[in-house]
């Protein structure tokens, strides 16, 4: 009898239980209905939220906060490298400036001690020569010292020293100068020198050539010493002197 009752008993709970579970359903079921007839919500109204804790699958932070410093790190090194190799080009430059500048100096040096010593061996061998003359003068002028005044050792003299001066032309002409007259009556003020001046009636010898008195002398083309010569100079006072009296 009580077994009977307790099945009874929970036979109406059951019954009362499924009752709540279908009026619960029919509720969600008109709730459902309901919001398929509500409009559906904008997603510009409602933009979905993201977790503060959601990150990109392959994001980098530094790119992300500082996109431009890769570009700005490689202008640098960029930058770098062509300071270094202007710096290793100016140095460059520099040992090849230097070696230029010593190689110069040296030829410079060896072209100056080659002309020194060619002048010195064309000094030297005029020395030599000019010394033998004076040798030759000075035991000659000691020989006629002792030797009587007369006309045959004025004479000797004389030719003495026309052979020295001869001796000394010849010497010049070994070392290549030359002794040169200008021909011609007319003077040449390029070749000539005039030391003296000889007054003429005669116009037509003004400036003509009187008398050719020391040879010029010509060394690589170009005159150590001009002719020397004097010149006729015309003078039309001493002519009209000269017809007045007549």
């Not at 994001?59 to 770098?80: L, M």
């Not at 110069?104 to 010195?120: A, E, N, P, T, W």
């Not at 390029?190 to 003509?208: H, L, S």
Request: with cysteine.
């Amino acid at each position: 009898m009580d077994e009977n009752a307790n099945n009874d008993n929970n036979e109406i709970d059951f019954g009362i239980h499924l009752n709540s579970l279908t009026e619960s359903a029919a509720s969600e079921s008109a709730d459902s209905g309901a919001g398929e007839d509500a409009p559906a919500a904008s997603s510009e109204t409602q933009p979905e939220e993201t977790p503060d804790s959601y990150e990109a699958p392959d994001a980098d932070p530094q790119k992300t906060e500082n996109p431009g410093i890769d570009q700005v790190s490689g202008d640098i090194e960029g930058i770098k490298r062509q300071l270094k190799e202007l710096k290793d080009s100016f140095e460059a430059k520099l040992k090849y400036d230097e070696h230029k500048n010593k190689v110069i100096d040296d030829l410079h040096q060896s072209l100056q001690d080659y002309r020194d010593g060619l002048l010195k061996k064309y000094l030297q061998r005029i020395f030599t020569d000019v010394i033998k003359i004076v040798d030759d003068a000075r035991k000659l002028a000691g020989y006629y010292w002792n030797q009587p005044f007369c006309e045959e050792n004025n004479k000797k003299l004389l030719q003495y020293l026309e052979e020295m001066a001869q001796e000394l032309e010849d010497m010049f002409a070994w070392e290549g100068v030359e002794t040169f007259n200008t021909e011609g009556e007319a003077l040449d003020p390029t070749r000539q020198r005039v030391i003296n001046k000889i007054e003429t009636d005669d116009p037509e010898k003004n400036k003509k050539i009187a008398e050719r008195l020391r040879p010029g002398y010509e060394w690589d083309g170009k005159i150590i010493r001009p002719e020397i010569v004097s010149i006729y100079i015309y003078n039309q006072e001493n002519t009209l002197d000269s017809n007045e009296e007549t």
